[in-house]
Each structure stands twice: as structure tokens, then as C-alpha cells.
């Protein structure tokens, strides 16, 4: 069997975690060509060892000190910054994980496709930012995209042999995260610790924050808007709890295929691996008589505003979606900083695109240059969104 060249970008977060634990599973399958990292540089290292990496990347020029020191003598080359994140994944690969969280993630799932990698796209972000720009790149050089967020490989698997033109619509379920039985009156006072923990999956800390407000799904209506090319009215959020039932896609016909399975990153990320071959993967089996029954229930938009948001930019399409995402990661770090409250996450992110909508930039092209210009320029919008309501409550 050829040995498969694979590079895993955001190696030391939950995704990249669950990517190398199946790629660890058969050594002799890969060649593993760079892995890449934030601040957790000793995880960084040790895995950049474990798999025998060619490079092992930090996004921060600060850490490469200790990244170097944690890989001497082993032979492994090391670099720092997000331009060497980007020249890595330059590195000829077969398949590629995007697994970076935020808007850093674009640019080097976009680099990968244009060595014609097959992209494991588990970073949402690159298509709510630029999902044209990503999709029409990937398109050009003749490479492919797989949807790794659960959901999305849901649908992907759901569609396998059907024609796109017979689909009526598309449910894409949510659990309600960490709040979703919380009285909306006690949502004021959420802390990110309280947001923090998920009460089906396992995931990093801010898409577990993002799904308690549900901006999660917010970004995964855009992300299936921009990858399947289904028009936003036949793109349907729906609360079920249990997370077992990942997308459901109706047909013309009235049938609807659901994707059914544990919630468990890992099976979406080894479909990924494995695509077009389905193999064997570790994870539980169902018990249905055991589990007894799935519930759901409609999302309350008053409850959930990033809902309602998420369709205006589908609408209003273009960099619009740069606007929202940058707003929304600005209004997380001051939520996760203490320096906005859990509510007031939406209404920033409103204000900002609100602010922003006649902006001459947004009628522009669609670049890696104008996506990372309006991303900057949102994030400065929503500082001085959250600066005015400081202000206002130390008035
Ligand atoms: P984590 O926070 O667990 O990991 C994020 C990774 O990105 C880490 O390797 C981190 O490095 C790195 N990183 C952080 N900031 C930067 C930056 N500025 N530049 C480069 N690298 C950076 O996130 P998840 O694994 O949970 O999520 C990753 C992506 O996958 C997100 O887009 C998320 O929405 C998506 N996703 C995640 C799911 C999950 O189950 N976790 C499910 C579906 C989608 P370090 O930690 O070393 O600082
Ligand atoms: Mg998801």
C-alpha cells in the first residue's frame, strides 16, 4: 500500500488531537509532512516526535525558543509565525487537516489546495469568510474539499449518490449547549466557565462557548449555505439534545436521510481520511433500545439572535460573512476576557455589521488580501462596540 503524505494544521487542539490519534493507528499508512500549533509548544513537540514529522510550526514567534528546545536532537525542522504555517502547508501533501480555530485557519487550507491536497476542512471559519474564494481555489486546482464539522460530513454522506437538485432541505441539529434549559433570565450572568462545558462533545473552548450561544450554529448555516450551494430558506437549525442525529437532507420525493451516530469527532475525521472508502473507525456503536428515544425542538430565535444574524449575511453574501465571523471571534474574546456579557455577544456582532454594511470594501473582490482587511476592520468595529458599553456601565 503507498504511504499517504498528511500535514495536520491545529495539530495540538481537539480536532488535531482526534486526526493524529487515527493516523497513529496505522503507522505505516502515513508520512507525516507538518504539524502545527499555537502556545501548547511541549504538546506541539511531542507530537511533531511521535509521528515523526518533517516540521513542527508555532503561530507565535515567542514560542519557537521552546519549540526548538523541546525538538533538539530530534532531527525535526521547527518555524514560527502564520506565514510558516502557510509555507508548510505549501509542503506537498496528499491530505491536509484544518483543524486551526478562527479566521487563521483560511489561509493555509487555502495554500493546501493549491498544491491540490485533499483539504479535511474541520475550520468552518474559511468557508463563512470566504467561501466562494475557497470553494472556486479548490475548484482551479483540481483539488478537494471534505466537510469534517459533524454536521456537514452528515449531509455529505447523506448526499452520496443523489442528485443536489432533488434536495427540498436540509436540517442541521444542535444540542442547545451548555444553557439550553437555563431561564433566558439567567443568561445575563453566564461566565465562560459556565459556556465551557458542553454537554455532549468534547471540544475545544471556544466552539464549546459558541455552541451555548449557538453562534456554532450560526456559522454552520453559513458553512452549508457556501459548500453545498443550498439557497439560506432551505437550511433548517433544529434543538435535539441527544446529538445523535448529525444533518437529516429532504428530498422532492418527501424522503428524508438522516445521519445517524455517538457523538464522536472522530468518525467524521476518519470519514475524511478514509473518503471514497469507508473503513473501520473506533468509535461506540448505538444501542437504540438502550438510548429509548431522540427529542427536538424548534431553536427560539429571540433566544438565540445569532440564528436571525446568520441568515441576514447568508442574504447579504460576499465578505459579509468576514464581517460576522470577525465580529463574532472579537466579542468572544472579550466575553472570554470578562469584558462583555454572554448576551451582549450578539448585539455587538449586530452593531458591527450594521456599522459596517455600506462599507466600500465589502462591495470589492474577494480576496485572501480584502478577507483578512475586512476581518481586521470588523474586529476593530466590534472593540469599539464593546468600549462604548463598558463606558456605559461605569456611567
Ligand atoms: P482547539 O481550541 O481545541 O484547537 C485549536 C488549534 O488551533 C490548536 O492547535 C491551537 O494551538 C491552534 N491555534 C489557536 N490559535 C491559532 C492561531 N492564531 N494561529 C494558528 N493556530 C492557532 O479547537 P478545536 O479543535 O475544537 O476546533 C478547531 C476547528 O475545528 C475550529 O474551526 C472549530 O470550529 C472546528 N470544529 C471543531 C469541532 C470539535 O469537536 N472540536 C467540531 C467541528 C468543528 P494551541 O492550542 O497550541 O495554542
Ligand atoms: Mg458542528
Same mark, same amino acid.
Given at each position: 500500500?503507498?504511504?499517504?503524505?498528511?500535514?495536520?494544521?491545529?495539530?495540538?487542539?481537539?480536532?488535531?488531537?482526534?486526526?493524529?490519534?487515527?493516523?497513529?493507528?496505522?503507522?505505516?499508512?502515513?508520512?507525516?509532512?507538518?504539524?502545527?500549533?499555537?502556545?501548547?509548544?511541549?504538546?506541539?513537540?511531542?507530537?511533531?516526535?511521535?509521528?515523526?514529522?518533517?516540521?513542527?510550526?508555532?503561530?507565535?514567534?515567542?514560542?519557537?525558543?521552546?519549540?526548538?528546545?523541546?525538538?533538539?536532537?530530534?532531527?525535526?525542522?521547527?518555524?514560527?509565525?502564520?506565514?510558516?504555517?502557510?509555507?508548510?502547508?505549501?509542503?506537498?501533501?496528499?491530505?491536509?487537516?484544518?483543524?486551526?480555530?478562527?479566521?487563521?485557519?483560511?489561509?493555509?487550507?487555502?495554500?493546501?489546495?493549491?498544491?491540490?491536497?485533499?483539504?479535511?476542512?474541520?475550520?468552518?471559519?474559511?468557508?463563512?469568510?470566504?467561501?466562494?474564494?475557497?470553494?472556486?481555489?479548490?475548484?482551479?486546482?483540481? $483539488?478537494? /474539499?471534505? =466537510?469534517? +464539522?459533524?454536521? !456537514?460530513?452528515?449531509? @455529505?454522506?447523506?448526499?452520496?449518490? &443523489?442528485?443536489? #437538485?432533488?434536495?427540498?432541505?436540509?436540517?442541521?441539529?444542535?444540542?442547545?449547549?451548555?444553557?439550553?434549559?437555563?431561564?433566558?433570565?439567567?443568561?445575563?450572568?453566564?461566565?465562560?466557565?459556565?459556556?465551557?462545558?458542553?454537554?455532549?462533545?468534547?471540544?475545544?473552548?471556544?466552539?464549546?462557548?459558541?455552541?451555548?450561544?449557538?453562534?456554532?450554529?450560526?456559522?454552520?448555516?453559513?458553512?452549508?449555505?457556501?459548500?453545498?450551494?443550498?439557497?439560506?430558506?432551505?437550511?433548517?437549525?433544529?434543538?435535539?439534545?441527544?446529538?445523535?442525529?448529525?444533518?437529516?437532507?429532504?428530498?422532492?420525493?418527501?424522503?428524508?436521510? $438522516?445521519? /445517524?451516530? =455517538?457523538? +464522536?469527532?472522530? !468518525?467524521?475525521?476518519? @470519514?475524511?481520511?478514509?473518503?471514497? &472508502?469507508?473503513? #473501520?473507525?473506533?468509535?461506540?456503536?448505538?444501542?437504540?433500545?438502550?438510548?429509548?428515544?431522540?427529542?427536538?425542538?424548534?431553536?427560539?430565535?429571540?433566544?438565540?439572535?445569532?440564528?436571525?444574524?446568520?441568515?441576514?449575511?447568508?442574504?447579504?453574501?460576499?465578505?459579509?460573512?468576514?464581517?460576522?465571523?470577525?465580529?463574532?471571534?472579537?466579542?468572544?474574546?472579550?466575553?472570554?476576557?470578562?469584558?462583555?456579557?454572554?448576551?451582549?455577544?450578539?448585539?455587538?456582532?449586530?452593531?458591527?455589521?450594521?456599522?459596517?454594511?455600506?462599507?466600500?470594501?465589502?462591495?470589492?473582490?474577494?480576496?485572501?488580501?480584502?478577507?483578512?482587511?475586512?476581518?481586521?476592520?470588523?474586529?476593530?468595529?466590534?472593540?469599539?462596540?464593546?468600549?462604548?458599553?463598558?463606558?456605559?456601565?461605569?456611567?
Amino acid at each position: 500500500m503507498t504511504r499517504r503524505r498528511v500535514s495536520v494544521f491545529g495539530a495540538t487542539g481537539s480536532i488535531g488531537g482526534n486526526t493524529l490519534d487515527l493516523i497513529g493507528r496505522a503507522p505505516d499508512s502515513y508520512d507525516v509532512i507538518a504539524l502545527s500549533g499555537g502556545r501548547n509548544v511541549a504538546l506541539l513537540a511531542d507530537l511533531a516526535r511521535r509521528h515523526n514529522a518533517q516540521i513542527a510550526v508555532t503561530a507565535y514567534d515567542d514560542c519557537l525558543p521552546a519549540l526548538r528546545d523541546h525538538l533538539a536532537g530530534s532531527g525535526i525542522d521547527c518555524a514560527a509565525g502564520a506565514g510558516a504555517i502557510v509555507a508548510a502547508a505549501e509542503r506537498p501533501a496528499d491530505w491536509v487537516m484544518s483543524a486551526i480555530v478562527g479566521a487563521a485557519g483560511l489561509a493555509p487550507g487555502m495554500a493546501a489546495l493549491k498544491q491540490g491536497a485533499t483539504l479535511a476542512l474541520a475550520n468552518k471559519e474559511s468557508l463563512v469568510t470566504a467561501g466562494t474564494l475557497l470553494m472556486e481555489t479548490a475548484k482551479r486546482h483540481g $483539488a478537494i /474539499v471534505l =466537510p469534517v +464539522d459533524s454536521e !456537514h460530513s452528515a449531509v @455529505f454522506q447523506a448526499l452520496i449518490g &443523489e442528485d443536489i #437538485a432533488t434536495v427540498e432541505r436540509i436540517v442541521i441539529t444542535a444540542s442547545g449547549g451548555a444553557f439550553r434549559d437555563w431561564p433566558l433570565a439567567d443568561l445575563a450572568r453566564a461566565t465562560p466557565a459556565q459556556a465551557s462545558s458542553h454537554p455532549n462533545w468534547d471540544m475545544g473552548q471556544r466552539i464549546t462557548i459558541d455552541s451555548a450561544s449557538m453562534f456554532n450554529k450560526a456559522l454552520e448555516l453559513i458553512e452549508t449555505h457556501e459548500f453545498f450551494g443550498i439557497a439560506p430558506e432551505r437550511i433548517e437549525p433544529l434543538i435535539h439534545p441527544e446529538s445523535m442525529i448529525h444533518a437529516m437532507v429532504g428530498f422532492v420525493d418527501g424522503g428524508i436521510m $438522516a445521519h /445517524v451516530g =455517538p457523538p +464522536d469527532m472522530r !468518525h467524521a475525521i476518519g @470519514f475524511a481520511l478514509h473518503w471514497p &472508502e469507508r473503513r #473501520a473507525l473506533p468509535v461506540e456503536r448505538l444501542d437504540f433500545a438502550a438510548l429509548g428515544q431522540f427529542t427536538f425542538r424548534a431553536p427560539d430565535e429571540a433566544r438565540y439572535p445569532a440564528l436571525r444574524l446568520a441568515r441576514e449575511v447568508m442574504q447579504a453574501g460576499g465578505l459579509s460573512g468576514a464581517v460576522f465571523n470577525g465580529a463574532k471571534e472579537r466579542a468572544l474574546d472579550a466575553f472570554i476576557d470578562g469584558d462583555l456579557g454572554f448576551l451582549e455577544m450578539a448585539p455587538v456582532v449586530e452593531e458591527t455589521l450594521t456599522a459596517m454594511a455600506g462599507d466600500a470594501l465589502l462591495s470589492g473582490q474577494m480576496t485572501l488580501d480584502t478577507v483578512a482587511e475586512t476581518d481586521h476592520l470588523a474586529r476593530v468595529r466590534a472593540g469599539e462596540a464593546i468600549r462604548a458599553r463598558q463606558s456605559k456601565r461605569q456611567d
